[in-house]
């Protein structure tokens, strides 16, 4: 695993993270589950 900063600034970076199965270009958003208290159901989520 590796990250690769393309571009930075004070504000934060913006790169490239590179895992077992691809790249992942930052920043990215990404679904944060709580499975104790879900909001949203997980159905909903699939959509």
């Given at each position: 695993m590796a990250f690769?900063?393309?571009e930075k600034d004070?504000?934060?970076r913006i790169?490239?993270?590179r895992i077992?199965?691809?790249v992942i270009e930052t920043p990215a958003l990404f679904?944060?589950?709580n499975p104790v208290k879900q909001v949203v159901?997980?159905?909903d989520i699939a959509r």
């Open positions: 690769e900063i393309l004070l504000a934060g790169g490239r993270l077992r199965s691809g679904p944060v589950i159901s997980l159905n």
